[in-house]
């Protein structure tokens, strides 16, 4: 077994004595969970007036999430409720890993303007579940040394990081459960495992709304519905803004849609609407993930205009007629309870 390397650490290129002692002192107790061989701590962190001035308000605690979406991919529940926790704490989000071929375990982390603290794992390819979570672990433990995180309440969207998090002693555990994950295409098997060992560990629990209060409300004692709400000021934009220009040629009336394209989508129901009115123009806007593009309906009046950034919304909104949430009857959206709705009805 080749002999193990300790991490480098490196803050914006220029370490720091007092914080890479820390960190060495701390890696030094998980040399024995070692795997990858070698692990490199990338701080691309960039700091700002804010980020200063939260320092001096995080007194009670930091905020640290464990999330499986990532923060830039659509704007939504979690980037709603941190951004706001930002405002006067430390908020740390922590995503899923990205495999690469790089030979080194490393962390990237970028400041969001919102003041969350956007941290990236980086791993070999390669690695078995028992490996990722070990190199996960150090790698994590590396970020709280070097960012001195240590008075904490750890906030999870996905009870999969409880595999590399709890050895974690944070002050309190929320479980924000804004979905019934298990149920997506693609779910680990052990996701239900690692739920309920999180229901155990958890001191509050909350919903994404009432159905899913009612799965969950006897698998914990503090469970909370927490049903997603409207962006009042943001989408009442719609109704003075011009609408956007890529969108100006598309014929009236127009039946629009934005959230993520995956199996929660009818494709069935939206080729079956182009079909039998060819004269209503479908606009659908969002990240088709978990599906393959080329199974989604097409013809002259659908019209698929991808992404777009959560604060170019409103103005595609604004050149709608009526607003559509073509989803699915099936197991993925049983229980869910989507905030597109809310947004769209908030403009009638």
Not at 296 to 317: C, F, M, S, V
Request: net charge negative; proline share 6%; aromatic share 10%.
């Amino acid at each position: 077994m080749p002999p193990r390397k300790e991490p480098e650490l490196q803050t914006n290129g220029a370490s720091q004595a007092s914080l890479a002692n820390q960190t060495e002192a701390k890696i030094s107790d998980l040399k024995n969970l070692q795997s990858s061989g070698a692990y490199s701590l990338k701080i691309s962190a960039k700091t700002n007036e804010k980020s200063q001035k939260n320092k001096t308000l995080n007194d009670a605690f930091d905020i640290v999430c464990l999330s499986h979406l990532r923060w830039n991919f659509v704007y939504q529940r979690p980037q709603h409720l941190l951004s706001r926790c930002a405002q006067g704490k430390r908020v740390y989000f922590i995503e899923e890993p990205i495999f690469s071929e790089e030979p080194l375990g490393r962390l990237d982390i970028s400041q969001d303007e919102s003041g969350v603290v956007v941290v990236v794992p980086h791993l070999p390819q390669g690695l078995n579940e028992e490996a990722k979570n070990a190199d996960l672990r150090i790698l994590i433990d590396s970020l709280f040394a070097e960012q001195n995180i240590s008075n904490y309440i750890c906030w999870y969207y996905t009870p999969m990081a409880l595999a590399f998090t709890s050895h974690l002693q944070s002050l309190a555990t929320i479980y924000d459960c804004m979905d019934e994950l298990s149920a997506f295409k693609g779910a680990s098997t052990a996701l239900k495992n690692y739920e309920a060992e999180l229901f155990n560990r958890a001191d509050l629990v909350f919903t994404g709304g009432q159905s899913l209060y009612e799965s969950k409300v006897n698998q914990h004692p503090n469970v909370y519905a927490f049903p997603s709400s409207v962006d009042v000021p943001h989408f009442a934009q719609a109704r003075t803004l011009e609408e956007a220009a890529d969108q100006a040629h598309i014929p009236h009336p127009r039946l629009g849609f934005f959230g993520v394209i995956d199996e929660r989508m009818d494709i069935e129901l939206l080729g079956g609407i182009a079909q039998a009115r060819p004269d209503w123009h479908l606009v659908v806007i969002g990240p088709v993930v978990k599906i393959d593009p080329a199974t989604l309906p097409q013809g002259e009046n659908i019209h698929y205009l991808g992404g777009r950034d959560y604060k170019q919304l409103p103005a595609y909104l604004a050149g709608w007629d009526l607003a559509m949430m073509p989803f699915a009857r099936n197991e993925a959206t049983r229980f869910i309870s989507p905030t597109e709705l809310l947004h769209k009805y908030f403009l009638v």
